[in-house]
């Protein structure tokens, strides 16, 4: 799943791919509010490619954990990726839109006050009453959260109905994806109207969202799948203690290493999101351009979900070479074949045609965002084996283009498939960010 | 008079299946509202529907004024009865417009302060009314109504009187938790006559007898279950599930199911069946000697879909009958009496809410209409998971905005 390609631009080796430090977003939101430019790093944020609304004052080392809800695009994309991902579609169970569009409207205020670090009211609760507020985030930090909304296929259309008047806006690339060779999809890990991605460095903080949310929904939305994903963060000896990007406000998860996370076989995943991972990479390959259709979408991009086993076992008896040989990489380094470094440019010819980046690369000149969680589930009852995998997720401008070709070269002759099975798939437009005010999927939903 | 478009969400269908009028009262306590009000020509009609209580309380007068309207009833009332004995006519009619008119004077001023008072009152005026108007007016129910009206105004009286035109619920959540009390032992008791039909079956050995009855006998049991709970012991003893308790103490009505059900034999169960009449006695006994507070009308609506949402929706509860939606559907039946008791307080207080309540229950009933079948539904075998998180989903949606009726209890 990875994808390397050469840096492109002039940007100092090795900025791109190194998740910003605490001081760096603290800098950078201050450069949203002020104005100001601080630095050739900070000034190319890759996270937030216009400046944000002014973010809430508060004490320095408090904004540290702090992203920004509202903005031109919404978190929890091009934000350096958290530790922890939950992940819910729902269904919605209203038949009304005004149901729907006061949903959205209640869950962006929810979740500008949770991404804060902030209950879901500063009222005390009647003691009478269930608590507004779940309550297992009570004292922990905002632990970087971030709440990510979209839109599936069915929300427009469902069986052919126009459920809620918006099938004449379903932008021509929002459809279920394709089935593919060798899916084995279950239903009930497939599809939804709506999904609510929640990201954090605590994996209670991103449930809490979730949870919150979902309960808001009762009556308007039901929950129809829920994945719980985690990142390990590798650290490079000696920035843990103290090294000159540390802040006193520092987290365990707060990774300045520059080093790509492993997958559940031992191998580094998301190397090629470095070419992506820049403002004019987002704006080319990520976010819906300002005359792309439809208009309600600018600023907005699509997520592709795919649900993937990853038969731990049989990777295990697997040799190394034959590992690498699968996915095209070395596995301890990351250096594609016939190189010496992880960030090498991939020399397709050295590569076997079969492996999983080669396959990945195609022509080199279609990239997405890749932005997946390895997950655990448990044992597979009958098996005893294990259930795991990864929860795939990427972000691209256009899927049609970018992830579908992608996938069905995947699908049709990876050597990784031996390894694995696709369970789930789904695909959402993910809407613009919005302001203090509005409300995510304003540009769809407002007036209805 | 404000509620006309309301309709009833206590299903009639479920009132005549179980044969009992109790049911049907209270549905009859929602229908009241529906019934004709022709006199929105009096000087002081109905304000708009969604003024607040707050509004309302602000610009009402005093407690004085209530206890003055009511008088004025209570001597129309009379005229009422004096025309009915006349043989009704033109000044029947006559006497229902004024009831109306008065009423409709003062009706604004009551509904915020004595809610429960105010839904009594629309209880026997809109009928009273409707049948005064009718072609032939029916002089019985009439002579009823009319002296239910008057009982109902003397409440309201006494509750203007007492309560001084506080806006408080205090007393209003007594009534109800009074109303909610004398239904369930309407229920109780009608518990105690089916559970000794459906054990007659038993003791006389029809299987296929006392198949047909268990179901008609867990309805009423299901339907107050978070009241039965609080009597120690009495619960276990006649709802345990096997595994519940030692088996040696087993036993109740799932004991008799399992054999019914597995074994298709009622051998040795004459005791079982005896000790069950016995626990069913002592229940509607404890339940008639206890009080119920308010505090537990509210958590008692909210348990029961609770009930409904983990026990029965996964097929535990009735495990070798597979009658689980039956329980399922009187647990609904239950929480909704229970809802019903407090709604017009919840009403006054926060419309929003109750309206949300009434359609998440009406929502939850059609989600459930697809397993009807014949006078009750389909085994839980035949379900299938789309099947189960459907209705799960629907008990869900209707629980979350009941859970916040809890309000009224300040």
Redesign the interface.
Do not use: C
């Given at each position: 799943m990875s994808n390397p390609t050469p840096p492109t631009g002039t940007n100092p080796p090795g900025w791109w791919n190194r998740r910003l430090t605490r001081r760096e977003m603290l800098r950078t939101s201050a450069t949203g509010a002020l104005g100001l430019v601080v630095g050739a790093a900070v000034s190319r944020a890759l996270w937030h490619p216009s400046p944000p609304a002014p973010a809430p004052v508060m004490g320095a080392g408090a904004a540290l954990d702090r992203v920004p809800f509202y903005g031109d695009n919404q978190a929890g994309i091009a934000t350096p990726q958290q530790a922890h991902l939950v992940l819910a579609a729902l269904d919605v169970?209203t038949e009304r839109v005004s149901d729907l569009r006061d949903l959205l409207r209640t869950w962006t205020d929810q979740a500008a006050r949770m991404t804060q670090g902030l209950q879901l009211t500063d009222d005390a609760s009647?003691a009478?009453?269930?608590p507004q507020d779940t309550g297992e985030a009570v004292g922990l930090p905002a632990s970087r959260l971030t709440v990510t909304f979209g839109f599936g296929p069915s929300l427009f259309e469902l069986h052919g109905t126009d459920r809620f008047g918006l099938a004449s806006k379903r932008p021509k690339a929002l459809t279920d994806i394709p089935s593919m060779p060798r899916d084995a999809l279950d239903p009930?890990w497939c599809g939804g109207d709506l999904v609510v991605q929640a990201c954090a460095d605590d994996a209670q903080v991103a449930f809490h969202a979730v949870r919150n949310l979902v309960?808001t929904a009762?009556?308007v939305a039901?929950i129809r799948w829920l994945q719980r994903g985690f990142l390990g963060m590798p650290q490079v000896p000696g920035t843990m203690s103290g090294g000159g990007q540390r802040t006193a406000a520092g987290g365990a998860s707060d990774s300045t290493s520059g080093q790509t996370p492993r997958n559940l076989f031992g191998f580094k995943d998301g190397t090629a999101n470095r070419a992506v991972l820049t403002e004019a990479g987002l704006r080319q390959h990520v976010w819906v351009g300002p005359n792309d259709a439809p208009a309600w979408m600018r600023g907005g991009t699509y997520l592709a979900i795919r649900q993937i086993r990853m038969h731990l076992e049989v990777w295990d008896r697997t040799s190394l070479t034959e590992q690498e040989r699968t996915f095209g990489r070395h596995k301890a380094s990351g250096a594609p074949f016939g190189r010496q470094d992880e960030f090498d440019p991939v020399d397709p010819a050295k590569l076997p045609p079969d492996s999983h980046v080669r396959l990945a690369r195609g022509d080199g000149s279609v990239q997405i965002l890749r932005r997946g969680y390895s997950y655990i589930g448990g044992l597979d009852p009958k098996t005893g084996l294990y259930d795991a995998g990864l929860c795939f997720l990427s972000f691209q401008r256009d899927p049609e283009r970018q992830f579908i070709p992608l996938l069905r070269r995947l699908q049709e002759g990876d050597l990784l498939n031996e390894y694995t099975t696709h369970f789930g798939s789904a695909l959402f437009a993910i809407p613009p960010g919005t302001r203090p005010g509005g409300f995510i999927g304003d540009t769809l939903l407002f007036g209805l | 008079m404000t509620d006309s478009s309301r309709t009833p969400f206590i299903s009639r269908t479920h009132a005549r299946r179980s044969g009992r009028f109790a049911v049907m009262a209270a549905a009859l306590l929602i229908t009241a509202g529906c019934g004709t009000s022709p006199a929105s020509s009096g000087p002081s009609t109905p304000a708009a529907p969604n003024s607040t209580p707050a509004a309302n309380a602000s610009a009402a007068p005093a407690g004085a004024d209530i206890s003055r309207g009511v008088n004025e009833m209570l001597q129309q009332v009379q005229a009422f009865q004096s025309a009915l004995q006349q043989g009704g006519g033109g000044s029947l009619k006559a006497a229902a417009k004024q009831l109306n008119e008065t009423w409709a004077s003062f009706e604004d001023a009551v509904r915020p302060r004595f809610p429960v008072q105010y839904a009594d009152v629309e209880k026997f005026l809109s009928p009273l009314t409707a049948g005064a108007n009718a072609s032939v007016p029916d002089a019985k129910t009439l002579g009823q109504l009319a002296q239910q009206l008057a009982d109902a105004l003397q409440r309201l009286g006494q509750a203007a009187k007492d309560g001084g035109g506080q806006t408080s619920g205090n007393a209003a959540l007594d009534q109800a938790a009074d109303r909610y009390h004398d239904w369930t032992v309407e229920q109780v008791q009608a518990l105690q006559r089916a559970t000794k039909r459906f054990t007659d079956a038993v003791r006389q050995g029809d299987v296929a007898k006392a198949k047909a009855l268990y179901p008609q006998a867990r309805v009423y049991y299901e339907r107050i279950e978070p009241i039965a709970e609080t009597f120690g012991d009495l619960d276990p003893d006649i709802d345990a599930r096997e595994g519940d308790v030692d088996p040696t103490q087993w036993r109740g009505f799932h004991r008799i199911e399992k054999a019914l059900w597995q074994t298709g034999s009622t051998e040795g169960l004459t005791d079982v069946a005896n000790r069950l009449d016995a626990d069913v006695a002592q229940l509607a006994s404890q339940i008639q000697a206890r009080t119920i507070q308010p505090g537990e009308v509210v958590a008692g609506a909210v348990e029961l879909l609770n009930e409904a949402a983990t026990t029965k929706i996964t097929g535990e509860e009735e495990r070798y009958s597979h009658l689980d939606l039956v329980d399922l559907a009187a647990n609904i039946e239950g929480s909704k009496q229970a809802y019903e008791a407090i709604e017009p307080i919840v009403r006054a207080q926060d419309a929003g809410l109750d309206a949300t309540v009434q359609s998440r229950f009406r929502a939850l009933d059609e989600a459930l209409a697809p397993y009807r079948s014949g006078d009750g539904f389909v085994t839980y075998t035949k379900l299938k998971d789309a099947d189960t998180r459907a209705i799960s989903r629907a008990i869900q949606a209707a629980a979350e905005p009941l859970a916040q009726a809890a309000k009224i209890l300040g």
């Open positions: 169970t009647l009478a009453l269930p009930m309960r009762a009556g039901a | -």
